[in-house]
C-alpha cells in the first residue's frame, strides 16, 4: 500500500469510529438541550401565566406596568414561536 492509500484508508476504521462516536455524543447533547428547551418555557410559561393572574387581580394597574408586561408576553411568545408545540394525541 503507496503512502496515499495508506493517508486515506489506513486509518478508515479508526476514522469512522471517530467520527460515529462524535456524532452520538451530539445528539446526546442536542437532546439534552432540547429537553433543557422544554423545561424553561414550561417555567418561563408559568411565571407569565402568574404575573398576568397578579396584574388580573391588582387594583389601579398603570399603564407603563400593563405595557411592560404586554411587552414582556410578546418576547415570550416569539421565543416559544421558535420551538413548535407537540401535537396533542
Known sequence: MGILERLLFGDLPATLERIMT????????????GAQLEKARGEITQKVS???????????????????????????????DLNPDAPTP
Not at 462524535?22 to 438541550?33: R, V
Not at 404575573?51 to 411568545?77: C, I, M, R, S, Y
Request: charged share 20%; glycine share 2%.
Open 22 to 33: 462524535t456524532q452520538a455524543e451530539l445528539a446526546q447533547a442536542l437532546t439534552a438541550l
Open 50 to 80: 402568574d404575573l398576568e393572574a397578579a396584574l388580573a387581580g391588582a387594583a389601579n394597574v398603570t399603564p407603563e406596568v400593563q405595557a411592560a408586561f404586554d411587552a414582556l408576553k410578546a418576547k415570550v411568545q416569539v421565543l416559544d
